[in-house]
């Protein structure tokens, strides 16, 4: 086992913005983007998107906004914005959540992506780029993701992000009344040079043709670089 003797407790997700090619992500620490972000969420007028959380849908923006201020503002987590470039409006968010300093871990989680922002390139990048934070910035040695063993989109999505399952906490939570059996995912710090070169060949212009679609998918290429090593 890998002595880590010198390893020191980490900081906390800081709140500076992070730009990447196709999404800006701003971490949350004012009012400013919660008028957008319940405009976005409500062109999704089934409320799907709430559909595994322990929350909402809401039913109008001051409903809304009141969960947001106990809740984006937090002290023990830190919420971000995922804005689009293309519009430059807060289009989702995500939250670095349970965060351990001491041992450098921490969860994303809290995800919730209008549905313009859904299968995008500039998700996707949102993604990299708080992974990037958490793993090269912070020296973190673990992100987890978890969800709802139901919700097969977030698994897929764990799995194509470059998480690897972990394993089954039966019986975990009850949420809106039903029985929750969370899927455990995590990236560790050994992974994640795999991982981050992945999500740059993936995003590299030469990726994707004329219409913005793919010429190789994410998983892909990264399985691609895993098998050559």
Known sequence: MS?????AAREFPGTQPIAGHFVKVEPIVDHRYFGALFAAFAEDGQGSIFDHMAYGPFADEAAFRRWAEATYLADNIRFHAILPLTTGRAEGVAALMRTDTANGVSEIGH????????RSRAASEAFYLIMRRVFDELGYRRLEWKCDDRNQPSKRAAERLGFRYEGLFRQHMIVKG???DTAWYAIIDRDWPTVKVGFEA????????AEG???CGLAEIRDGLAAGQ
Request: proline residues 7%; glycine residues 0%; hydrophobic residues 40%.
């Open 3 to 7: 002595a880590l003797t010198d390893f």
């Open 111 to 118: 995800i919730c992506l209008a549905p313009s922002l859904q």
């Open 178 to 180: 039903r029985n929750r």
């Open 202 to 209: 993936w995003l590299a212009p030469e990726n994707f043709d």
């Open 213 to 215: 679609r793919q010429r």
